[in-house]
């Protein structure tokens, strides 16, 4: 099955930008997708098809995807940006189908 | 304004069985694919099951199939999670969740999830 690997932490002062990646085989060739989740809340999408963005999701997020990698990035990041972040793609060949990273704790300092 | 309610979930011996459900609203529900994701406590998102728009295909994750069934009920804009044979490890808040409508790729929106909880 297709196996996402992210980092399980990523600290980052406030204002400064936070980089969240996402590692799988070829991963370039795929859309990923990444959700936002906060202590006690439903995941919240904020990255979609790599680097689109949903509305209501400020323009600091944004997201890249080449080779090996895929990459969450925050700019100026604030505090209310602390939360878990996980990466996601649709891959036919897995058991999952939709298969979801392990997560990424930013911690905000 | 998109909403998705869940509901349903409890305290359930091994073995047991119990039924999810998830209102929605805010959108047009048969319009839509959707699906269950689990997340066991202090762990990642799993993807569990989904059902297209008509309900004629579903499918789920190869650790719940044969025991959980997705179904839908697009007149009351409800989807449905039956759970037998429930087992310590499916414990977890189970999310209803909406998918992409071009291409279902992806989970555009989120309920707030259900607790549900296999112990003796």
């Known amino acids: 099955s297709y196996v996402l690997t992210q980092p399980p932490s990523v600290s980052v002062a406030p204002g400064k930008t936070a980089r969240i990646t996402c590692g799988g085989n070829n991963i370039g060739s795929k859309s990923v997708h990444w959700y936002q989740q906060k202590p006690g809340q439903a995941p919240v999408l904020v990255i979609y098809y790599d680097s689109d963005r949903p509305s209501g999701i400020p323009e600091r997020f944004s997201g890249s995807n080449s080779g090996n990698t895929a990459t969450l990035t925050i700019s100026r990041v604030e505090a209310g940006d602390e939360a878990d972040y996980y990466c996601?793609?649709?891959?036919?060949?897995?058991?999952?189908?939709?298969?979801f990273g392990g997560g990424t704790k930013l911690t905000v300092l | 304004e998109v909403q998705l309610v869940e509901s349903g979930g409890g305290l359930v011996q091994p073995g047991g069985s119990l039924r999810l459900s998830c209102a929605a609203s805010g959108f047009t529900f048969s319009s839509y694919w959707m699906s269950w994701v689990r997340q066991a406590p202090g762990k990642g998102l799993e993807w569990v099951a989904n059902?297209?728009?008509?309900?004629?295909?579903?499918y789920y994750v190869d650790s719940v199939k044969g025991r959980f069934t997705i179904s839908r009920d697009n007149a009351k804009n409800s989807l449905y999670l039956q759970m037998n044979s429930l087992r310590a490890e499916d414990t977890a808040v189970y999310y209803c969740?909406?998918?992409?409508?071009?291409?279902?790729?992806?989970?555009?929106?989120w309920g707030q999830g259900t607790l549900v909880t296999v112990s003796s």
């Open positions: 059902i297209k728009q008509d309900g004629s295909e579903k």
């Open positions: 969740a909406r998918m992409s409508y071009d291409s279902e790729d992806f989970f555009d929106y």
């Open positions: 996601q793609v649709w891959d036919s060949s897995s058991d999952h189908f939709w298969v």
